[in-house]
């Protein structure tokens, strides 16, 4: 550094960098009797000049074409100096190079993405949670005057990025004893506020609209709001944050879809599945229970002559893409000496038909804990532009350990942006939706009418219309409007509006499978450690193991 100035009022100026977890300070020493002299630490080189006339001119002295910068000054042109300089020297005039030799020491990124620092001093990262580091710089070789500083373990102050004031917080102590530290709040929105207001109509201001169109259309009324905010908006966000659902695929791209999904294997399936048993025998084939040897795990097996191929290919597919915990496994299908094999998760229990009966009382709750079940299933397929159409007890499955599973993919189908909407009659005739009797087009709002039915099922122990012919109960269906329970005294209000929302004749105001999950109905559902209890018994005994 050099002063081409004169020595009348020296000025000693020093400019030190601090480096520390929490702030940069660079500070200007007053005035003292010493040579003059400019001190700095991984800054540009600097000239003082005290005769210089132009005060707001910096020369760059880092090559030669003399370049000249302009840097701001106050309104009334003149440089001045904030520091305690003394009054006579407020006349001199400080030019600071350009920077030379510069080098980067300490680089520090966060990935947002991913939520992760890289480069971070390791003295900084060793009072991080593992995992939020990806990588570290050692700061053992650093000069002294570079080198960051460990955060002070004996205090627990924030440092304001604006002022020199420190503001105390109480320690938090964790269960070892050892002081934890944690840095003030920084770069955060206040994108949403949401206030209760029981005078709201949904019990909420500020919810955002699609929050609130579906909060309207749950059957959550504002009282249960005021009682319970925060369970409410629990379960909104559940249901919520999945995002829209993906737009509907064409058929060419469902086609494709399903056709990669079918592909089968002819190998000898006797290889993979040992000890078979005979478990079950339908229209469509037998069903066995057999022991998959690459992991030990018991699966269902059913067997069905090759020529169903052509029939089945649909329903391998679909179900081999639907996968969810509501939702039976597809392990892998195989063709072999002109039989088809199609390997399924095996559910130890059984159907749902199995657990209900017209002597049997099924508890509400337990009611309540099936149904959410099932519509956790459909929300999920339906979202995915997939229909059931043939929800019923027979093809809903319960584990002894309190699971509930859709199973059987035989009419389900899949929409697309040419055909959104179904004609077709299938299914089984006391489960089917309305329109669906009536041939017009429907979508997956007959799944729900005939979850419904599945409730009444369960609380009645057999569905509407059961001693009827299957065409007399047909035309009762779509002439007697929503079905009733037998004994409705013995059923909550809840359970009631539910069984209302579920089996509206309008297809355009039954609810759906996302909306119906937030009924109220559904917070009364028993725990799966009950269900398991309640169901293990009635199979039990009726002789399942």
Not at 125 to 148: F, I, R
Not at 370 to 395: E, F, P, T
Request: charged fraction near 20%; hydrophobic fraction near 35%; include cysteine.
């Amino acid at each position: 550094m050099n002063n081409s100035g004169g020595t009348t009022n020296p000025i000693t100026s020093t400019i030190s960098t601090t480096s520390s977890a929490t702030n940069s300070n660079i500070r200007i020493a007053p005035a003292t009797g010493k040579p003059q002299s400019l001190q700095a630490v991984g800054l540009p080189q600097a000239n003082i000049n005290s005769n210089r006339p132009n005060p707001s001119s910096v020369k760059n002295t880092t090559n030669n074409n003399n370049t000249t910068m302009s840097n701001p000054t106050p309104s009334n042109g003149t440089a001045t100096n904030t520091s305690s300089t003394s009054s006579s020297n407020k006349t001199d005039d400080l030019v600071i190079s350009g920077p030379t030799n510069v080098q980067r020491v300490v680089h520090v990124e966060w990935d947002a993405k991913t939520g992760v620092f890289t480069g971070l001093p390791d003295v900084w990262a060793n009072t991080l949670p593992s995992g939020v580091v990806k990588s570290t710089t050692s700061t053992s070789e650093l000069p002294d005057h570079l080198a960051p500083s460990a955060p002070n373990k004996k205090s627990n102050s924030t440092t304001s990025s604006n002022t020199n004031s420190t503001s105390s917080n109480p320690t938090n102590t964790n269960s070892t004893g050892s002081d934890m530290f944690i840095s003030a709040p920084f770069n955060f929105k206040h994108n949403i506020h949401v206030q209760v207001d029981p005078s709201a109509p949904t019990g909420f201001r500020g919810l955002p609209s699609q929050w609130e169109a579906m909060l309207s259309s749950s059957g959550i009324s504002r009282a249960e709001v005021s009682a319970h905010p925060q369970e409410v908006l629990a379960v909104l966000q559940f249901h919520m944050e999945g995002g829209p659902p993906p737009k509907l695929p064409s058929k060419l791209t469902l086609e494709k879809e399903l056709d990669n999904a079918s592909l089968i294997s002819n190998d000898d399936p006797t290889l993979r599945y040992k000890d078979l048993r005979k478990v079950g025998e339908g229209a469509s084939g037998t069903v066995y229970l057999g022991i998959d040897t690459r992991n030990g795990s018991q699966v269902a097996i059913k067997v069905a002559p090759a020529s169903d191929l052509v029939n089945l290919k649909n329903e391998i597919a679909l179900q081999k893409i639907s996968k969810h915990a509501n939702i039976v496994g597809y392990v892998e299908t195989y063709l072999y000496r002109d039989q088809l094999w199609i390997v399924l998760e095996y559910i130890h229990g059984g159907p749902l038909t199995e657990v209900l009966g017209p002597t049997i009382p099924f508890p509400e709750a337990a009611v309540a804990y099936v149904c959410k079940q099932i519509l956790m299933g459909l929300a999920y397929l339906h979202r995915q532009h997939r229909l059931h159409r043939d929800i019923k007890s027979d093809n809903i499955l319960v584990d002894f350990n309190g699971s509930v599973k859709i199973a059987d993919f035989g009419f389900a189908a899949g929409l697309t942006e040419e055909q959104d909407k179904r004609k077709s009659v299938v299914g089984t005739p006391y489960w089917m939706a309305p329109e669906l009797i009536r041939g017009q087009e429907y979508d997956a709002k007959v799944d729900i009418w005939s979850t419904g039915i599945t409730a009444i099922e369960m609380a009645d122990g057999e569905p509407p219309y059961l001693n009827e012919p299957p065409l007399r109960a047909l035309l009762l269906i779509t002439t007697q409007g929503t079905p009733q329970l037998k004994d409705g005294d013995k059923w909550s209000q809840k359970f009631k509006h539910f069984l209302k929302c579920a089996l509206h004749t309008d297809p355009s105001k039954r609810a759906s499978a996302e909306q119906l999950l937030l009924h109220p109905f559904l917070q009364n559902a028993c725990t799966t450690a009950e269900f398991s209890t309640f169901a293990t018994s009635i199979l039990r005994a009726r002789g399942k193991r």
